[in-house]
């Protein structure tokens, strides 16, 4: 019996919707979403797996222009995911005007087929729709364009079969039990780092990265469970503050928020402790980057 499987790489400006996106096709909440741009810094893997097929999908970061050393390897992510992709699906938001000419240039030379997808059309009405399918045909001539809402999950099963029909006939790349390629104490900290982009303002969220200094089973008057230790890194004393809030109080939220999200995300009980960190300026520090597992 013939199988298929190939890569498909989500691309598109910060905040088009990627990682919801992501999230609806694989069926699971592998991806942290927020209303901020630059939420997403890694390439994360997701797999749509059967019997005939295997699906994987690479939500990246939005594509922009790097100001600083951490922007630089979040751009390194999405190279790779263009670089050994079988199709790519563009994402773009139908109420965003933004400069999308940064997508376009990376995307121009490939030879890898494209589909543009114009996400967000539970606010649009018909005429926008229409207006936005007819620019980008003539704009990049894809292979096809779907109007969707990902949030909705509206106009995503047609899409699913079209995406398999770019997958070319190949044995699966990875075993047909997994979902991804990223490990639990990568969704652990990314959770606490979602947490972070929802409760703090400005500079904050950007300024901070999260590292799972512990993750241990262990035992408690009610049972098994984990506990885990976070330090989160931010760049001034000032930040530190802020993070920790009066008496303790943001901290303590964002704590709670977290662990109640990872223990939904791993089902088990969770203990989960907190310390803050100042690490001046590490996101223009290449040493620092590396070892926080960010491509160079
Ligand atoms: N109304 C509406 N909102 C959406 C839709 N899809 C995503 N969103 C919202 O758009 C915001 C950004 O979504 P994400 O999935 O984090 O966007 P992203 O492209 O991954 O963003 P980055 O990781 O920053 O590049 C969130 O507030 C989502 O809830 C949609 O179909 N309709
Ligand atoms: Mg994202």
């Keep these: 019996m013939s199988h298929k499987a190939g890569y498909v790489s989500i691309i598109g400006k910060p905040n088009v919707g990627k990682s919801t996106l992501m999230n609806a096709l694989v069926g699971e909440r592998l991806s942290i979403i927020t209303p901020k741009a630059q939420t997403t810094r890694h390439r994360i893997l997701g797999m749509v797996n059967t019997e005939e097929y ?9 594509i922009i222009k790097p100001q600083y050393e951490l922007q630089d390897a979040m751009m390194t992510a999405v190279k790779g995911a263009l670089s050994d992709a079988d199709l790519i699906l563009f994402v773009t938001d139908i109420n965003e005007k933004h400069d999308e000419n940064d997508v376009l240039e990376k995307i121009a030379k490939t ?5 543009v997808l114009i996400n ?5 009405n018909q005429e926008l729709v229409d207006e936005k399918t007819k620019y980008w045909q003539e704009r990049l001539n894809p292979k096809q364009i779907f109007a969707i809402s ?23 790349y990875f075993d047909k039990e997994e979902l991804t390629d990223r490990s639990m104490r990568f969704f652990v900290s990314e959770i606490i780092r979602e947490k972070i ?35 989160i890194i931010v760049e001034r004393d000032s930040q530190k503050n802020i993070l920790i809030g009066t008496g303790g109080a943001m901290l303590k939220k964002v704590g709670m928020e977290a662990r109640k999200d990872i223990e939904k995300f791993t089902g088990e009980k969770i203990f989960l402790e907190t310390f803050v960190k100042v690490i001046p300026d590490w996101r223009s520090k290449k040493n620092y980057l590396k070892n926080f597992g960010y491509e160079n």
């Design 54 to 62: 295997q699906i994987i999908f690479s939500d990246t970061p939005g």
């Design 111 to 115: 030879e890898i087929p494209i589909i």
């Design 120 to 124: 967000k059309i539970d606010n649009a």
């Design 150 to 172: 990902a949030l909705h999950q509206y106009n995503l099963d047609g899409l699913l079969d079209t995406v398999l029909s770019y997958i070319p006939e190949h044995p699966a």
């Design 197 to 231: 982009f929802q409760n703090y303002q400005k500079e904050i969220p950007y300024s901070t990265e999260v590292i799972i200094t512990a993750y241990k089973e262990a035992e408690s008057k009610s049972g098994p469970m984990i506990r885990i230790t976070a330090e």
